[in-house]
């Protein structure tokens, strides 16, 4: 199969050279490849935010290489990967989690750890090797390089796998998790509306939201528009999630919360 796209995910932000200097590298290697950044504000080392990012944005992007890299790990051992799945995508990144959630939701062909030294940069930091590893591997394959040369054969059932939080539905209430909080302070949970039916979750009704000791009511919404503005409000997001808001304020900073958080949900 042949790709002319990459799309690239990391937790580096813009403010440094890091991702430029990626783009450079696939360029360089293969000067016609398509680069699609998804994003590079995942919050430093957030593993499980970057999976699942990873996994929503994917359905949206064109089958090609998609380089992914929250990689705290680099320099200590873990393994670097091209993931295959059953619908042609290549994934590259580390083994710590950050690929397979998406791979598995779509279903893994082949894997094969980046051994062979053809398809570095000559020289290999400690430190950055998502410009001397990966960056090298993903512009290879958009350049013609086959999966199989890129390194050994890695069985997927080896590979590392985070455990993602799983909401709890009491007779009374929801606790969920906070999975991600994007640049407008909207706190997205791991919930969908399936699990929010046994308490009637339509437009108009209040709940009770709980975060640590502090308890704040909401509405549910079906748009912003539905609010006033300073409302908290609680809605089904884009990609399906439950999330918490402020309509045209701060909802992270209301409740000085983050990834990984958690909070409850009780109907009133």
Do not use: W
Not at 95 to 115: F, P
Not at 146 to 165: K, N, Q, S, Y
Not at 231 to 258: C, M, P, W
């Amino acid at each position: 199969m042949t790709y002319d796209t990459v799309t690239f995910l990391s937790d580096f932000g813009l403010l440094d050279d890091f991702v430029g200097v990626c783009h450079g590298v696939m360029r360089r290697i293969a000067p016609d490849v398509k680069i699609v950044d998804i994003s590079h504000g995942v919050a430093p080392q957030a593993i499980t935010e970057g999976a699942l990012l990873l996994a929503r944005a994917l359905p949206y992007m064109p089958v090609g290489v998609h380089l992914a890299i929250v990689d705290p790990g680099v320099g200590r051992g873990r393994r670097a990967l091209a993931i295959r799945t059953v619908d042609g995508r290549v994934l590259v990144g580390p083994d710590n989690g950050l690929l397979v959630v998406a791979a598995d939701r779509i279903g893994i062909d082949a894997v094969r750890e980046l051994t062979n030294v053809r398809y570095r940069l000559e020289r290999v930091s400690r430190t950055f090797h998502a410009r001397d590893i990966f960056a090298p591997a993903a512009a290879h394959l958009v350049a013609g390089v086959a999966l199989e040369d890129l390194g050994e054969a890695v069985d997927p059932a080896t590979l590392v796998r985070i455990a993602l939080p799983e909401p709890e539905v009491g007779a009374s209430a929801v606790h969920a998790t906070v999975v991600a909080v994007d640049r407008f302070g909207n706190l997205e949970l791991n919930l969908g509306r399936p699990q929010l039916g046994a308490f009637g979750f339509e437009a108009g009704k209040r709940v009770e939201l709980l975060h640590g000791s502090n308890s704040y009511y909401a509405v549910v919404a079906e748009t912003f528009e539905d609010a006033k503005r300073g409302d908290l409000i609680v809605y089904e997001d884009s990609y399906g999630a439950i999330s918490v808001a402020i309509s045209g304020g701060d909802a992270a900073r209301l409740f000085d919360a983050s990834a990984g958080d958690r909070l409850s949900i009780l109907p009133r």
